[in-house]
T-cell receptor, first 114, second 114 residues
Framework: GDSVTQMEGPVTLSEEAFLTINCTYTATGYPSLFWYVQYPGEGLQLLLKATKADDKGSNKGFEATYRKETTSFHLEKGSVQVSDSAVYFCALSKATGGGNKLTFGTGTQLKVEL | DAGVTQSPTHLIKTRGQQVTLRCSPKSGHDTVSWYQQALGQGPQFIFQYYEEEERQRGNFPDRFSGHQFPNYSSELNVNALLLGDSALYLC?????????????FGQGTRLTVV
């Protein structure tokens, strides 16, 4: 079945450091790929998405490129802030039969320190 | 736009009891999905409802059941609660159109089984 693998956390960075969180996937067909963010005590917020190969999703300084050849969707940010501290989830979805079940990775906790 | 709303936010139940969680989808959305997120894990798909019927189901026992109402709101019912059912339960809504894979999440219901 479909699956998503993320790098394990926690990842601890200093403010203004460069961030990479690795994500690879296994899926048949042509999934859409997502990054969701979860702040403490809250639900999931969609951070960015890409629906086809070579698409780049971007939002709030975060970027990720859909790489079909390496089945990857790594999340990057050039300069992190303390407010970026949260858990980040990589996910995939396929619009099969009209439904859009999401398959998530286990999440990567990011801690940004001053 | 109120977004996806869930109730209650927190709930404590005793083993063997039954629980009902509620979800109102984002305005204009017709599909509701439920996810279980255990502590430190990614969300796991429970099931999805569209046109008042269960359309997809994840690997969860029959103790987990649901319902969707004509106004698209939904309930998740869990019978014979186990300690292992303690988790954050997330509702996601989406619009069932060809190729659409995007879902919006509520804040979740934190269920504790004692």
């Amino acid at each position: 079945g479909d699956s998503v693998t993320q790098m394990e956390g926690p990842v601890t960075l200093s403010e203004e450091a460069f961030l990479t969180i690795n994500c690879t996937y296994t899926a048949t067909g042509y999934p859409s790929l997502f990054w969701y963010v979860q702040y403490p005590g809250e639900g999931l917020q969609l951070l960015l998405k890409a629906t086809k190969a070579d698409d780049k999703g971007s939002n709030k300084g975060f970027e990720a490129t859909y790489r079909k050849e390496t089945t990857s969707f790594h999340l990057e940010k050039g300069s992190v802030q303390v407010s970026d501290s949260a858990v980040y989830f990589c996910a995939l979805s396929k619009a099969t039969g009209g439904g859009n079940k999401l398959t998530f990775g286990t999440g990567t906790q990011l801690k940004v320190e001053l | 736009d109120a977004g996806v709303t869930q109730s209650p936010t927190h709930l404590i139940k005793t083993r063997g009891q039954q629980v009902t969680l509620r979800c109102s989808p984002k305005s204009g959305h017709d599909t509701v999905s439920w996810y279980q997120q255990a502590l430190g894990q990614g969300p796991q798909f429970i099931f999805q409802y569209y046109e008042e019927e269960e359309r997809q189901r994840g690997n969860f026992p029959d103790r987990f059941s649901g319902h969707q109402f004509p106004n698209y709101s939904s309930e998740l019912n869990v019978n014979a609660l186990l300690l292992g059912d303690s988790a954050l339960y997330l509702c996601a809504s989406s619009l069932r159109t060809p190729g659409n894979t995007e879902a919006f999440f509520g804040q979740g219901t934190r269920l504790t089984v004692v």
